[in-house]
């Protein structure tokens, strides 16, 4: 008997004890075991979860709005789609917090953390996205859909300060753009291109 998988000692072995001791039941539970170890090939191809990778956009789509992924933008590349939907689970358990929102944001610019007001000496409940674009094109529609995306995952009294891109490319560490607003006043830490908060 093996451990893991759609068998027929698996399926019976699932069987409450009251109705493995009854020899109608238990024969019914053997035949429909029989029959679904048998599927597994049918039954593999149902599930979702294991072959999101696997699925065309269309169907991305489609089970973004069952799952209620209500920040789902179908101008997201395939892979970003599925990223996004692979995170949704973790993301509707832990909306609120800043694992959320890293773990959302990163479905668009992997490795993106955040610093929070005390690791940057800012007012209280506020927050910095720090975004890694070493691999990353930054651009205007990206960083729009970053601003777009960052309300369904932050905590309703936190406030985002800024969005700093920084890349390292060839081993020297330079940022891309840097914001950090307080207030109104924006100052970039290098200017290369400008996106602001709204």
Same mark, same amino acid.
């Given at each position: 008997?093996?451990?893991?998988?759609?068998?027929? %000692?698996?399926?019976?072995?699932?069987?409450?004890?009251?109705?493995? !001791?009854?020899?109608?039941? @238990?024969?019914? =539970? %053997?035949?429909?075991?029989?029959?679904?170890?048998?599927?597994?090939?049918?039954? !593999?191809?149902? *599930?979702?979860?294991?072959?999101?990778?696997?699925?065309?956009?269309?169907?991305?789509?489609?089970?973004?709005?069952?799952?209620? #992924?209500?920040?789902?933008?179908?101008?997201?590349?395939? &892979?970003?789609?599925?990223?996004? @939907?692979?995170?949704?689970?973790?993301?509707?358990?832990?909306? =609120?917090?800043?694992?959320?929102?890293?773990?959302?944001?990163?479905?668009?610019?992997?490795?993106?953390?955040?610093?929070?007001?005390?690791?940057?000496? =800012?007012?209280?409940?506020?927050?910095?996205?720090?975004?890694?674009?070493?691999?990353? !094109?930054? &651009?205007?529609?990206?960083?729009?859909?970053?601003?777009?995306? #960052?309300?369904?995952?932050? !905590?309703?009294?936190?406030?985002?300060?800024?969005? %700093?891109? *920084?890349?390292?490319? &060839?081993?020297?560490?330079?940022?891309? #753009?840097?914001?950090?607003?307080? =207030?109104?006043?924006?100052?970039? *830490?290098?200017?290369?291109?400008?996106?602001? @908060?709204?």
């Amino acid at each position: 008997m093996s451990d893991f998988g759609l068998s027929v %000692e698996n399926l019976l072995a699932a069987l409450p004890d009251a109705l493995k !001791n009854d020899a109608s039941i @238990l024969a019914l =539970g %053997e035949v429909i075991a029989t029959q679904l170890a048998q599927r597994t090939d049918e039954i !593999n191809s149902l *599930t979702i979860y294991g072959n999101i990778d696997q699925m065309d956009e269309t169907l991305l789509d489609i089970l973004a709005v069952d799952f209620k #992924v209500d920040w789902w933008d179908t101008e997201y590349t395939v &892979d970003e789609k599925r990223q996004t @939907l692979k995170d949704s689970w973790a993301v509707h358990r832990s909306l =609120g917090t800043k694992g959320a929102v890293e773990q959302a944001i990163s479905a668009i610019y992997a490795g993106t953390t955040v610093s929070e007001w005390f690791e940057y000496d =800012g007012d209280p409940f506020h927050y910095k996205l720090l975004v890694d674009a070493i691999y990353e !094109n930054v &651009d205007p529609d990206k960083h729009q859909r970053v601003l777009e995306r #960052v309300k369904y995952y932050q !905590n309703l009294r936190s406030v985002l300060d800024g969005i %700093e891109y *920084t890349a390292a490319p &060839d081993g020297e560490c330079q940022a891309y #753009v840097g914001i950090a607003v307080s =207030g109104i006043s924006i100052s970039l *830490t290098k200017e290369v291109a400008i996106y602001g @908060l709204d």
